[in-house]
């Protein structure tokens, strides 16, 4: 079956690190990536959408890589600020339309 | 401009009840989707109704069923609930059927006892 893993479950950095977040998938080849931001009892905020023909995609100070070969996108926060503390979800679109997430990657960034 | 509603905010329920959820899509879109995340896991697919018509179903007991109004705002219902039903519920709306970005509610966290 289609798999996506995130095998972080957590990430602590200090503030103006970048922080690289990693999300693996199995059995597939998406058609292309998403990344979302979800904060503590709330839903889940698209960030970005990387597809395959795209190696890199940018969006102020968040970057996303998609590398076909190692079958797996690299989301990094340059110059982390507290802020940026959340969960971080890897998505990819199923057969019925919907989202298939990872289990995320809770983010800390200490001042 | 709105984003998507969720009610109730929180809601606690007892075994064997049947609980009720509602979503309000955001204004001119036609498509929502149901999700339900437990602690620690990513969101799970439920349901996905577009142009009221269910478009599909993830793997989730009958005992989960749902439906989109002519207005686009969808309930989400649950009957016999089960302790294992505690999680965050979540909605997120689409313009299209099949589109690439999601708008989630902020979700209804239901407990039951």
């Known amino acids: 079956s289609q798999k996506i893993e995130q095998n972080s479950e957590a990430l602590n950095i200090q503030e103006g690190k970048t922080a690289t977040l990693t999300c693996n998938y199995t059995?597939?080849?998406?058609?292309?990536l998403q990344w979302y931001r979800q904060d503590p009892g709330r839903g889940p905020v698209f960030l970005l959408l990387i597809r395959e023909n795209e190696k890199e995609k940018r969006k102020e100070r968040l970057k996303v890589t998609f590398d076909t070969t190692l079958k797996q996108s690299l989301f990094h926060i340059t110059a982390s600020q507290p802020a940026d503390s959340a969960t971080y979800l890897c998505a990819h679109r199923g057969s019925q339309g919907n989202l298939i997430f990872g289990k995320g990657t809770k983010l800390s960034v200490k001042p | 401009d709105a984003g998507v509603t969720q009610s109730p905010t929180h809601l606690i329920k007892t075994r064997g009840q049947h609980v009720t959820l509602r979503c309000s899509p955001i204004s001119g879109h036609k498509s929502v989707s149901w999700y339900q995340q437990v602690l620690g896991q990513g969101p799970q697919f439920i349901f996905q109704y577009y142009e009221k018509e269910e478009r599909g179903r993830g793997n989730f007991p009958d005992r989960f069923s749902a439906r989109q109004f002519p207005n686009y705002s969808s309930e989400l219902n649950v009957n016999a609930l089960l302790l294992g039903d505690s999680a965050l519920y979540l909605c997120?709306?689409?313009?299209?059927?099949?589109?690439?970005?999601?708008?989630f509610g902020p979700g209804t966290r239901l407990t039951v006892l």
């Open positions: 059995n597939y080849s998406p058609a292309y």
């Open positions: 997120a709306s689409s313009l299209l059927e099949v589109h690439n970005e999601q708008f």
